[in-house]
């Protein structure tokens, strides 16, 4: 059975940073790409950042440019958002994905095209 368990969630000042970790199991993930996105209350899930499956590609939303950084870890079956300089904005709860290579279509923004998901993570950023 597939699990992926976010972590490292919290409140946090503006201006503060957060690390974010997503621990999969129940399968290989080598050949995965591993994304993060987050959904705001009242809001839909968005695209935050995602690595490839090689750990060499990484794509961004414009909102986490320059301030948050994906990786994966040397088993790649873990993957890290390291989020800086963070902003009342950001405050969401955040889930790690798995994207499959039979899912991928040419884009990896779309959360319907990620198998798997983690049960969330909350980040909270006071201002």
């Known amino acids: 059975q597939v699990h992926l368990v976010e972590s490292g969630g919290g409140l946090v000042q503006a201006g503060g940073s957060l690390r974010l970790s997503c621990a999969a199991s129940g399968r290989t993930f080598s050949n995965h790409a591993m994304g993060w996105f987050r959904q705001a209350p009242g809001k839909e899930r968005e695209f935050v950042a995602v690595?490839?499956?090689?750990?060499?590609?990484?794509y961004y939303a414009d909102s986490a440019k320059g301030r948050f950084t994906i990786s994966r870890g040397n088993a790649k079956n873990t993957v890290y958002l390291q989020m800086n300089s963070l902003k009342p904005e950001d405050t969401a709860v955040y889930y790690c994905a798995a994207q499959t290579p039979q899912k991928y279509s040419g884009n990896y923004d779309r959360w319907d095209d990620y198998d798997y998901w983690g049960q969330g993570t909350q980040v909270t950023v006071s201002s």
């Open positions: 690595v490839t499956n090689s750990g060499v590609s990484t």
